[in-house]
């Protein structure tokens, strides 16, 4: 095996998938992690796919970010959310009961598409900067909800850029606590080019 060959081998690729109720902040989340920019404006997203090399633990990542439009409680999870994605990071605003309480509407949907007993997943509770006027859900409750999920909680700012990149360390924490061997190849399908 080639020199370069042996470096893009060694490239682990994951797929992530944000998602939660619309308006909470995962466009934000992800453009600030990407782009290291935040927008004041809301433009609602249709999808958008990002990619972004990381290094975590002294391994590369070639991290492909799905970020989806926000989720109601009637919004089917397509088949795109539950095959094939590696982790998930679910977001709700801190500022907004009914955005966690979708968190596990979202998450019980993608065990019920997926059928695995239990995601890979990051729950994270942004917009922390609004919380000393506008808390709606205490940090306790965010922490609750994650472990009976056996996932992994944070407070985040897109706005203020706090935490934004542990949220993405979390998930592939998350990700590679559960890897089995066939997800350590490059592309996902079992199969390396040398
Ligand atoms: N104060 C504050 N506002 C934020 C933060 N993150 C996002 N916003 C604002 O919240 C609004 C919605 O943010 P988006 O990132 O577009 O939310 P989204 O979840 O991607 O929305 P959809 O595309 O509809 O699903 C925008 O006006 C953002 O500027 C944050 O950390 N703090």
């Known amino acids: 095996m080639s020199a370069t060959n042996a470096a893009a081998a060694s490239v682990k690729r994951r797929k992530i998938a944000v998602l939660g109720s619309r308006s ?23 999808e958008s796919t990002f990619a972004k090399s990381v290094k975590y633990k002294g391994v590369e990542y070639d991290c492909h ?8 409680e009637y919004s089917p999870i397509n088949s795109q959310y539950a095959i094939g994605i ?25 065990i019920d598409f997926s059928g695995l007993s239990e995601l890979p997943c990051v729950v994270v509770g942004t917009k922390v900067d609004l919380a000393p006027t506008g808390r709606q859900v205490e940090t306790a409750d965010g922490e609750k909800l994650a472990k009976a999920n056996q996932a992994s909680f944070i ?13 993405f360390e979390l998930c592939l924490a998350e990700i590679e606590k559960r890897a089995t061997p066939n ?9 390396l080019i040398m």
């Open 24 to 46: 909470v902040g995962k466009s934000s989340l992800v453009k600030q992690f990407i782009e290291n920019h935040f927008v004041d404006a809301y433009y609602p997203t249709i």
């Open 155 to 167: 407070e985040a700012s897109a706005k203020e850029n706090t935490n934004v990149g542990k949220v």
């Open 86 to 110: 590696h982790g998930y990071i679910l977001v709700y605003s801190i500022a907004s009961r009914s955005s966690f309480d979708m968190i596990q509407i979202v998450y019980d949907k993608i």
């Open 65 to 72: 970010i799905i970020d989806t439009a926000g989720q109601d």
């Open 183 to 191: 997800q350590t190849d490059t592309g996902g399908k079992g199969c």
